[in-house]
């Protein structure tokens, strides 16, 4: 079962829109990341915010974590084309499944960006 | 490029039949990962070892082993396969045990069951 989940599932925008992505989790953890997910491709490790961090800037991403609410969110600013992907959130879940030193992932957000 | 390389990239085969996927990780890492992505599934973990040992185990069936080698490339075995088998199978690497940085993926092993 899933840790993280996404939402949206899908987003469709304009090139230039920004694009927000959400992820929720469910227990304690250490840090929190996103990977980014060409069709058929491997994943790309985007950005890590820690669970001491309440917000994290890389280029045009923007990431915030609640960790009250455990929840994140990705913002991807001013989009291209070239952002079409799908976008997980990932967690190291302390205590979940009762195993660690793994990621847990969600089922990711597919944003596709119109040129 | 991420450094993994995972070979084959695309594999065939009939239900019941055994395949090897093997994963060469990142120079300097000595923790790999599989992961397993399917539709329904979403992406599992299925297991985790680190300098040849097995570190975390995930939602790995019993008919599927692994394990890593003094060079610390990985091999991932499946045997018995079953349609439901059919995925793409991720290596990724690491330098520490602990999940402190970013995981490094390979392309993935695209694996069809017949």
């Known amino acids: 079962s899933q840790q993280g989940e996404e939402d949206p599932q899908a987003l469709s925008i304009q090139e230039g829109e920004n694009a927000t992505m959400n992820c929720s989790y469910k227990t304690s953890i250490n840090n929190l990341q996103w990977y980014r997910q060409n069709s058929g491709r491997g994943l790309v490790h985007l950005i890590l915010?820690?669970?001491?961090?309440r917000e994290k800037h890389s280029g045009r991403l923007r990431v915030t974590l609640d960790t009250s609410k455990k929840s994140s969110s990705l913002l991807i600013t001013a989009s291209r084309a070239a952002d079409t992907a799908s976008y997980f959130c990932a967690t190291d879940a302390l205590g979940y499944g009762g195993s660690q030193g793994n990621l847990i992932f969600g089922k990711g957000t597919k944003l596709s960006v119109k040129p | 490029d991420s450094g993994v390389t995972q070979t084959p990239k695309h594999l065939i085969t009939a239900t019941g039949q055994r395949v090897t996927l093997r994963c060469s990780p990142r120079s300097g890492d000595l923790s790999v990962y599989w992961y397993q992505q399917s539709l329904d599934q979403g992406l599992q973990f299925l297991i985790q070892y680190y300098n040849g040992e097995e570190r975390a185990k995930g939602n790995i069936l019993e008919r599927f082993s692994a394990q890593q080698f003094p060079d610390l490339h990985s091999e991932l075995n499946l045997s018995s396969l079953e349609l439901g088998d059919s995925a793409l199978y991720f290596c990724?690497?690491?330098?520490?045990?602990?999940?402190?940085?970013?995981?490094?993926f390979g392309e993935g092993s695209r694996l069809t069951v017949l």
């Open positions: 990724a690497s690491s330098v520490e045990p602990f999940l402190t940085g970013e995981l490094f």
């Open positions: 915010i820690r669970s001491n961090e």
